[in-house]
């Protein structure tokens, strides 16, 4: 049985998690009691980062790779398109969201204790969604194409974010300022798969807040 070791929360958890539901066979989501940073865990995983799945002997960790992984081994549609274009674009968007969105939600989240940072990193988050812009087709239903791929479970869990942390930093805003990109996440957050990953996460949030209050 496979097992995926993370909180939903993440984003990096919850990619091969929307990646296994797309194809119909949802992997079990596990925690170490010792957390991530306990031996059992870094034995597994000596990075002592999450997600981690394991597949028998296998102990795979990444977030892409494992979202590659289960997109090869699982049954059920392929979330990479079979043309060289169509997987090339599914590809860009994906390493367009890990190279320039994630630093700058990590920029925002650390401008809660360094507020001075908050520009430059709305600036920066700005420029990101621009580029997922311009390599967009702005008449694709999805990330890429007319079907949920790859792109769509990497960038659903990320714009969660932009929803969240929306009222203390204009977040909304930036994505309002990409017509297409923003119609795309109206109709991401509203269909099944992507209602569910921002319910579990917005949960996941709320437990967190709590747990820090």
């Known amino acids: 049985m496979m097992i995926l070791y993370g909180g939903k929360l993440s984003p990096f958890v919850m990619r091969p998690l929307l990646v296994s539901r797309a194809k ?46 289960l997109d090869l081994a699982l049954p059920g549609p392929k979330l990479i398109p079979g043309d060289i274009v169509g997987a090339t674009k599914v590809r860009l968007l994906v390493r367009l969201a890990d190279s320039y969105v994630v630093p700058q939600l990590g ?7 360094n507020p001075a940072g908050v520009p430059d990193a709305l600036k920066g988050m700005g420029e990101a969604l621009g580029y997922i812009e311009h390599y967009r087709n702005a008449d694709d239903a999805f990330a890429y194409g007319n079907s949920f791929t790859q792109a769509d479970a990497a960038l659903i869990p990320l714009f969660f ?12 805003a930036l994505l309002a300022a990409q017509p297409g990109l923003a119609a795309w996440w109206g109709r991401a957050k509203a269909s099944a798969l992507g209602a569910q990953a921002i319910a579990e996460q917005a949960e996941g949030l709320k437990q967190m807040m709590a747990s820090r209050a």
């Open 24 to 69: 119909g066979a949802e992997v079990t989501l596990g925690t170490f009691e010792g957390g991530i940073k306990c031996p059992e865990y870094l034995a597994l995983c000596p990075t002592g980062k999450m997600p981690l799945l394991v597949d028998g002997d296998l102990a795979l960790p990444e977030s892409q790779v494992i979202a590659d992984y």
């Open 107 to 113: 920029g925002l989240f650390r401008g809660r204790e």
């Open 161 to 172: 974010f932009l929803d969240a942390l929306d009222g203390p930093m204009p977040t909304k």
